[in-house]
């Protein structure tokens, strides 16, 4: 998950936005960038957390659920997803979800962002960019 702190939330969902669009999933082996999930179910289970996360409220900015390669429409793929407004009790932020899905979770403060991470049991990486 991406914790978002105030006004910098929209800039920054915009910039993740417009990189991830770029990413060109395909067959790795012609010219692309990411490849497809390992397996049908493990596709359909990153795409359900899509699914769920959207039924809970958060909104679906970037949506990988619908991506086709030509000349491999049965491939496992799933194209970056980002998803915003996510809330800590959602599935898309408390499961891992092991796909390319990113949830981003605004706060006001970088006090509320502090105790969000801390109150997280998981310790899987926490990166804080700042001016000073």
């Not at 770029?22 to 493990?42: E, R």
């Not at 359900?48 to 659920?65: Q, T």
């Amino acid at each position: 998950a991406c914790v978002a702190v105030g006004p910098i939330a929209d800039d920054l969902v915009a910039k993740i936005v417009e990189r991830a669009s770029s990413i060109k999933t395909g067959d790795g082996a012609k010219d692309s960038d990411m490849g497809p999930l390992i397996t049908k179910v493990h596709r359909d289970k990153v795409a359900s957390y899509i699914d769920a996360g959207e039924f809970e409220g958060a909104k679906v900015v970037l949506d990988g659920r619908n991506v086709a390669v030509e000349g491999a429409e049965d491939g496992f793929w799933l194209g970056p997803t980002l998803l915003d407004n996510v809330t800590p009790e959602m599935s898309v932020y408390t499961d891992e979800i092991f796909g390319p899905v990113l949830s981003v979770v605004r706060v006001e403060t970088y006090d509320e962002a502090m105790a969000l991470i801390n109150s997280n049991p998981y310790g899987n990486g926490t990166a804080i960019f700042t001016n000073d």
